[in-house]
């Protein structure tokens, strides 16, 4: 989409977005997957740094940690919310959207007493702290670019209850250039119930990179790397070996090899799914400079 429209929706709100569409898939940005942007558990405040020979991402949390993969359900939510309303004939993404709280909490399968909007607001806090800075050669010269997951959000009580009723969040611009651009993969509604962070990240791995192949095989260590995990290797394979035995992912299994050097995920077989949607293939594996050149780019 060229940058002129682009530029057409900053402070805009979606007034579409009041009548939320609660059956509209899960959507998720395949570039974001592919690196480890949230802690696997909450009030994790260690920084994180990923790295190849072109660029160089650095996860730096706020001081109450970083966005975890629960948080990410936010995310999620507004993604899919934009991708249907796009759908439907939207035509400029906007920045700002205004989501009934409730609407999040249900969507995302969880409950609605006072603690679930309060641990909603939380998450809405860890989003607007954590900071991703990216550092690229190009041209002989080195660009830091420096964004949040969201840029802001403003939370609206009922005055005589003090219930929150809506939150206005204003989406960082690299996620709406990728609702522009589609490029976006669709996620099995059961990845809200997976209660693990490990287990939503490999299942986000999963599905970017194995995608609607049969296989994806891939070392321990590469998939520690990319999981996030903060475990050992001995420890990782240990989880993995449990992931295996509950055999709990949606449309994909993993297998450890004998020596537990490499893992194998595969497709379930379409005469026992547990997807209940259906999902476009992957584009395949992109190396982390080429992810994150694209993004900062239609900063």
């Given at each position: 989409?060229?940058?002129?429209?682009?530029?057409?929706?900053?402070?805009?709100?979606?007034?579409?977005?009041?009548?939320?569409?609660?059956?509209?898939?899960?959507?998720?940005?395949?570039?974001?997957?592919?690196?480890?942007?949230?802690?696997?558990?909450?009030?994790?405040?260690?920084?994180?740094?990923?790295?190849?020979?072109?660029?160089?991402?650095?996860?730096?949390?706020?001081?109450?940690?970083?966005?975890?993969?629960?948080?990410?359900?936010?995310?999620?939510?507004?993604?899919?919310?934009?991708?249907?309303?796009?759908?439907?004939?939207?035509?400029?993404?906007?920045?700002?959207?205004?989501?009934?709280?409730?609407?999040?909490?249900?969507?995302?399968?969880?409950?609605?007493?006072?603690?679930?909007?309060?641990?909603?607001?939380?998450?809405?806090?860890?989003?607007?702290?954590?900071?991703?800075?990216?550092?690229?050669?190009?041209?002989?010269?080195?660009?830091?670019?420096?964004?949040?997951?969201?840029?802001?959000?403003?939370?609206?009580?009922?005055?005589?209850?003090?219930?929150?009723?809506?939150?206005?969040?204003?989406?960082?611009?690299?996620?709406?250039?990728?609702?522009?651009?589609?490029?976006?993969?669709?996620?099995?509604?059961?990845?809200?119930?997976?209660?693990?962070?490990?287990?939503?990240?490999?299942?986000?791995?999963?599905?970017?990179?194995?995608?609607?192949?049969?296989?994806?095989?891939?070392?321990?260590?590469?998939?520690?790397?990319?999981?996030?995990?903060?475990?050992?290797e001995k420890d990782?394979?240990?989880?993995?070996?449990q992931i295996i035995?509950?055999?709990?992912?949606?449309?994909?299994?993993?297998?450890?090899?004998?020596?537990?050097?490499?893992?194998?995920?595969?497709?379930?077989?379409?005469?026992?799914?547990?997807?209940?949607?259906?999902?476009?293939?992957?584009?395949?594996?992109?190396?982390?400079?080429?992810?994150?050149?694209?993004?900062?780019?239609?900063?």
């Open positions: 989409m060229s940058s002129n429209i682009r530029g057409m929706r900053h402070g805009t709100v979606d007034a579409l977005h009041r009548a939320v569409a609660l059956h509209a898939p899960p959507k998720a940005d395949r570039s974001g997957l592919e690196l480890p942007l949230f802690a696997l558990r909450a009030g994790d405040r260690k920084e994180r740094v990923y790295e190849d020979a072109n660029c160089r991402v650095h996860i730096i949390p706020s001081t109450l940690g970083a966005a975890t993969q629960h948080d990410k359900d936010v995310l999620l939510f507004c993604i899919s919310q934009l991708v249907a309303a796009r759908n439907r004939g939207l035509t400029i993404i906007p920045r700002t959207v205004v989501i009934p709280m409730a609407a999040i909490l249900t969507y995302c399968r969880r409950g609605t007493g006072g603690a679930d909007y309060e641990r909603l607001m939380h998450a809405l806090t860890r989003l607007r702290g954590t900071t991703i800075r990216t550092n690229r050669i190009t041209g002989g010269r080195e660009i830091t670019d420096g964004f949040g997951l969201i840029d802001s959000y403003r939370i609206v009580r009922s005055q005589k209850g003090q219930r929150q009723e809506e939150v206005e969040v204003t989406l960082s611009e690299w996620l709406c250039n990728a609702i522009d651009d589609l490029d976006v993969l669709t996620l099995d509604p059961s990845y809200f119930a997976l209660r693990s962070g490990l287990d939503r990240r490999l299942y986000e791995l999963a599905r970017k990179f194995c995608g609607n192949q049969r296989s994806w095989p891939v070392k321990v260590t590469t998939l520690l790397h990319k999981s996030g995990s903060r475990s050992c990782f394979r240990r989880k993995l070996r035995e509950a055999d709990s992912l949606p449309s994909y299994r993993l297998e450890l090899d004998s020596r537990g050097d490499r893992v194998t995920i595969l497709a379930r077989a379409p005469d026992r799914p547990s997807a209940a949607v259906s999902m476009k293939p992957s584009i395949g594996c992109q190396g982390a400079s080429a992810v994150w050149a694209r993004i900062v780019e239609n900063l």
